[in-house]
């Protein structure tokens, strides 16, 4: 019996596989594997986390853009809104003609009012003066390239800016006696006028008026081509 007992030990350790780990090792072995495993897992899950936080991160920047682009275009609406309530609004009148004699330069007198409620700057102010005797504008209105506001004009809201005009050559006889003599000329005088508001924007107006010699002033010809308003 005590020989039996003495070599157990031996003949345990003759019947284990060669690979197999001593029963102290066994715990350590199983530990090791389930931290390697559960650290797969982890970094499987810590992938998943930093794809979805980067998706957010890109959410959140496409909503940033798409706020600051509603929030200009609705700052441009609404000063549209406001230019459009405060602006200012030129026509032009008081057309005289003051000079058309033979031999000389005809000389008109106009002047552009600013009817609206804010500050305009004229930027250019072109006029023609047109003799004819068929009574017909041009198909083009045909400017003289003249800007009477090459400067730049500042008209406040109710004030007007008078402009005197001289044609480019002087009066003909045949021109004055189509007009006052025969009654066959007509006089047409037209021009176009651009300005802009306080926040730039700019507009343009034309206007064409017909000399009537019987009472010796211009009167609006109807014709949307050249008469119109911003």
Same mark, same amino acid.
Not at 80 to 85: A, K, L, V
Not at 160 to 177: G, K, L, N, Q, T
């Given at each position: 019996?005590?020989?039996?007992?003495?070599?157990?030990? !031996?003949?345990?350790?003759?019947?284990?596989? /060669?690979?197999?780990?001593?029963?102290?090792?066994?715990?350590?072995?199983?530990?090791?594997?389930?931290?390697?495993?559960?650290?797969?897992?982890?970094?499987?899950?810590?992938?998943?986390?930093?794809?979805?936080?980067?998706? !957010?991160?890109?959410?959140?920047?496409?909503?940033?853009?798409?706020?600051?682009?509603?929030?200009?275009?609705?700052? &441009?609406?609404?000063?549209?809104?406001?230019?459009?309530?405060?602006?200012?609004?030129?026509?032009?009148?008081?057309?005289?003609?003051?000079?058309?004699?033979?031999?000389?330069?005809?000389?008109?007198?106009?002047?552009?009012?600013?009817?609206?409620?804010?500050?305009?700057?004229?930027?250019?102010?072109?006029?023609?003066?047109?003799?004819?005797?068929?009574?017909?504008?041009?198909?083009?209105?045909?400017?003289?390239? &003249?800007?009477? /506001?090459?400067?730049?004009?500042?008209?406040?809201?109710?004030?007007?800016?008078?402009?005197?005009?001289? #044609?480019?050559?002087?009066?003909?006889?045949?021109?004055?006696?189509?007009?006052?003599?025969?009654?066959?000329?007509?006089?047409?005088?037209?021009?176009?006028?651009?300005?802009?508001?306080?926040?730039?924007?700019?507009?343009?107006?034309?206007?064409?008026?017909?000399?009537?010699?019987?009472?010796?002033?211009?009167?609006?010809?109807?014709?949307?081509? #050249?008469?119109?308003?911003?």
């Amino acid at each position: 019996m005590k020989k039996f007992l003495l070599a157990a030990p !031996l003949l345990f350790a003759t019947a284990l596989p /060669a690979n197999a780990a001593p029963a102290d090792d066994m715990p350590l072995h199983n530990l090791i594997t389930a931290l390697t495993d559960q650290l797969e897992h982890t970094g499987y899950a810590v992938t998943i986390i930093i794809t979805i936080v980067g998706l !957010l991160l890109i959410l959140q920047v496409v909503v940033l853009f798409l706020q600051m682009f509603v929030g200009m275009k609705y700052v &441009r609406l609404v000063r549209t809104e406001i230019s459009q309530r405060n602006r200012p609004r030129l026509v032009v009148r008081h057309i005289a003609l003051e000079a058309f004699e033979p031999g000389k330069l005809a000389k008109v007198q106009w002047s552009a009012e600013n009817m609206g409620n804010s500050t305009a700057t004229i930027v250019e102010a072109h006029a023609t003066l047109f003799v004819t005797r068929t009574g017909k504008l041009p198909p083009v209105p045909d400017y003289d390239g &003249r800007n009477h /506001a090459d400067s730049g004009l500042s008209l406040e809201s109710g004030r007007a800016i008078p402009f005197v005009h001289f #044609s480019r050559e002087e009066v003909a006889s045949s021109e004055y006696d189509a007009v006052y003599r025969v009654g066959e000329g007509s006089i047409f005088f037209y021009g176009r006028v651009l300005y802009a508001d306080e926040a730039g924007v700019r507009r343009r107006i034309g206007f064409c008026r017909q000399f009537d010699a019987h009472w010796g002033r211009f009167l609006i010809v109807d014709d949307p081509n #050249s008469e119109y308003a911003d």
